[in-house]
């Protein structure tokens, strides 16, 4: 268990060395009242680093080390883990950059299986890297249980997680049950299966990471139209999710039209929005803010956050990109992290129910001692 009152190490992969991933650190970074907050640890280039705060006339003040157990607080520890001959090409989409972002993150994620790191925030890259982080879990996960099998031990299961990307700002939630499929896929793909476990993690997530006590969530229909015929994915699937999700407690609302709600503002009402497809839960993002956002991934044993804008190869080099959004992923990890610690805390050693005799029924009650003749027969 993690001491709150510590300073929460955050892991930060420099994501795509031709894209703003170091711009955005040098911005965020060159204000030192940050690191009252947090003890970041990035792990890049220290040759393209310094390279680039030279191209664009930025100080790059990092306490370089070789190994994240050597990291300090009060500085920006630098853990360097590219070959340093990787060359940097603002704008250009190359096998070096994607291969030094992969190699970031899997050193990180090293790190954290160590216990060097509490969280991971990742700049930009044009990899995947949540896909990344749930292969290695799951990798970690299947040799500590052939491990502990060949021990007799029981290892901790992580295999078989599905993660939960939530987008976010400082005005709405929104997740998505599928990918960025087309209508005619998903409306073939979707169950009401899907829609309620995606539901139930999006509800956990928001009580657990994003305190909020009691969310409320409005499901979106997956097509433009809600038609009467049972073989829609509303009908079908989505309304009885709906109905299933309010029957066990939760306050799940919809099908909602995706276009209507948000032109009409209704998300207001709502602490999040459970959407259908990829592209369903990027509308406000496209259309109703300028804030890009950032995300949050639910559903890992670790706290994960990342800006949601791409590498911005457009903008790489010049010296104008906004770090508004990786800003906010690091406090939102931050956040997140420490307000799991405050909810699982209470959960750790819940009280044992135990039993009392009434009418030699045996019946079961909350607060009770052990049965009296199992007392009476260890006294004698």
Do not use: W
Not at 140 to 152: L, P, T, V
Not at 198 to 205: G, K
Not at 315 to 342: H, P
């Amino acid at each position: 268990m993690h001491n709150i009152d510590k300073k929460i190490r955050v892991a930060i992969t420099h994501g795509d060395i031709n894209g703003v991933g170091y711009e955005l650190m040098l911005r965020t970074f060159a204000e030192g009242e940050i690191l009252e907050l947090m003890t970041p640890v990035i792990y890049g280039s220290r040759r393209a680093v310094e390279y680039q705060a030279k191209v664009m006339q930025m100080r790059a003040a990092f306490h370089y080390i070789s190994d994240a157990a050597e990291a300090k607080d009060d500085v920006v520890n630098f853990v360097s883990v590219v070959n340093e001959n990787c060359k940097v090409e603002f704008g250009k989409m190359t096998d070096i950059a994607a291969s030094s972002a992969e190699i970031a993150v899997d050193c990180a994620m090293r790190d954290y299986e160590r216990g060097l790191v509490d969280v991971i925030v990742a700049a930009p890259s044009g990899n995947d890297d949540v896909g990344q982080v749930v292969e290695y879990l799951q990798t970690a996960a299947a040799k500590s249980s052939q491990e502990g099998a060949e021990s007799g031990e029981t290892a901790e299961k992580k295999d078989g997680m599905v993660p939960l990307r939530i987008m976010r700002n400082d005005y709405i939630h929104v997740a998505s049950v599928l990918g960025n499929e087309d209508t005619d896929a998903a409306n073939a793909s979707l169950t009401d299966g899907m829609v309620v476990d995606c539901a139930r993690l999006f509800f956990q997530s928001m009580k657990r990471e994003l305190r909020v006590d009691n969310p409320r969530i409005a499901v979106l229909a997956l097509n433009e139209a809600i038609r009467s015929d049972e073989s829609s994915a509303e009908i079908r699937s989505i309304a009885p999710a709906v109905s299933q999700l309010v029957n066990s407690g939760m306050q799940a609302f919809g099908p909602y039209l995706a276009k209507d709600f948000f032109e009409k503002g209704e998300y207001i009402h709502f602490d999040g929005v459970l959407a259908m497809t990829l592209g369903q839960a990027l509308i406000p993002f496209d259309s109703l803010f300028d804030d890009p956002g950032c995300m949050y991934v639910a559903g890992l044993p670790l706290v994960m956050a990342l800006p949601m804008h791409g590498s911005c190869h457009e903008m790489a080099g010049q010296g104008i990109m906004d770090e508004t959004a990786f800003r906010k992923s690091l406090y939102l990890a931050i956040d997140a992290f420490r307000n799991r610690c405050c909810y699982d805390l209470p959960l750790r050693n819940p009280l044992q129910k135990m039993y009392h005799e009434k009418k030699e029924d045996g019946e079961k009650v909350r607060f009770a001692v052990k049965k009296k003749f199992e007392f009476e027969k260890k006294t004698e």
